[in-house]
C-alpha cells in the first residue's frame, strides 16, 4: 500500500510567488493533517481535515495560508504570496478516524520550502 | 505550538548500549505517542500509548506513561547504528485529533 505522497519534494522560489503544496493521503484515511517544521519552532500543526472538511485551522499563520481538500484523495496547501519566513518543511499525515482516536498517523517524506 | 520539553535534546551512545528519552506534557490527553525522524525524511510511527495505560512495549522499545507527572520515557535497549535519528513524542489532547509534539531528541549510536 502506498504512502502519503507529497509534491514537490522541494520547492525554491522567490518571495512573493504563490506557492502551492500537494498531498495524496493513503486511501481509506479520513483524517488529513498538515503541519510545519522548522528549527526555531520545531513541529506545529497548521490545520487538519475529517472527510474532507476543516475542523480546525487555528494553526494557520495568517491570511496568506490556505488549505483545500477537494476529494478524498487529495489536498492542497497554498501560500500566497510567500515570504521568507515561510521557508520549512511542510508535513502531511493522515490517520484512519474511524477506529476511534488511538491511531497512529502516516507522515509523507515533506516539502522542502526554500522562499528567497 | 510545542506541548513541553524532551530531555535530553541530545544523546550519543556507543552501540549495544540503551538509550533513554524523556517527554513532558500540560495537558489532559488521550494517547502519547513517539515517532522517529531519520535525516531528510518524514515522521515514522513507533508506538503509541493510552492515558489508561502505564508502561508498554514493542521489540526494544519500551515506552512508561505517568499522567500524575505528565511524562514519558522511551527506552530503546541494546541499540544499534540503525537507531541514529531524532526522537519525538506527540501528545493527542482529549477531543482532538491532531498531534501536539515534544522539540525532540537526537540519538547518535556510534557503532
Known amino acids: 500500500d502506498a504512502g502519503v505522497i507529497q509534491s514537490p519534494r522541494h520547492e525554491v522560489t522567490e518571495m512573493g510567488q504563490e506557492v502551492t503544496l500537494r498531498c495524496k493521503p493513503i486511501?481509506?484515511?479520513?483524517?488529513l493533517f498538515w503541519y510545519r517544521q522548522t528549527m526555531m519552532r520545531g513541529l506545529e500543526l497548521l490545520i487538519y481535515?475529517?472527510?474532507?472538511?476543516?475542523?480546525?485551522d487555528s494553526g494557520m499563520p495568517e491570511d496568506r495560508f490556505s488549505a483545500k481538500m477537494p476529494n478524498a484523495s487529495f489536498s492542497t496547501l497554498k501560500i500566497q504570496p510567500s515570504e521568507p519566513r515561510d521557508s520549512a518543511v511542510y508535513f502531511c499525515?493522515?490517520?484512519?478516524?474511524?477506529?476511534?482516536?488511538?491511531?497512529?498517523?502516516?507522515f509523507g517524506d515533506g516539502t522542502r520550502l526554500s522562499i528567497l | 505550538s510545542q506541548q513541553g520539553e524532551e530531555d535530553p535534546q541530545a544523546l550519543s551512545i556507543q552501540e549495544g548500549e540503551n538509550a533513554t528519552m524523556n517527554c513532558s506534557y500540560k495537558?489532559?490527553?488521550?494517547?502519547l505517542q513517539w515517532y522517529r525522524q531519520n535525516s531528510g525524511r518524514g515522521l515514522v510511527h513507533l508506538i503509541l500509548i493510552r492515558s489508561n495505560e502505564r508502561e508498554k512495549h514493542s521489540g526494544r522499545l519500551r515506552v512508561t506513561l505517568d499522567t500524575s507527572k505528565k511524562s514519558s520515557s522511551l527506552l530503546i535497549t541494546a541499540s544499534r547504528a540503525a537507531d541514529t535519528a531524532s526522537y519525538f513524542c506527540?501528545?493527542?489532547?482529549?477531543?482532538?485529533?491532531?498531534?501536539?509534539f515534544g522539540s525532540g531528541t537526537r540519538l547518535q549510536v556510534q557503532p
Open positions: 481535515f475529517n472527510n474532507n472538511v476543516p475542523i480546525d
Open positions: 495537558t489532559s490527553i488521550n494517547n
Open positions: 506527540a501528545t493527542m489532547d482529549t477531543g482532538r485529533r491532531a498531534l501536539t
Open positions: 486511501s481509506g484515511h479520513d483524517y
Open positions: 499525515a493522515t490517520s484512519d478516524g474511524e477506529k476511534g482516536p488511538n491511531q497512529p498517523q502516516h
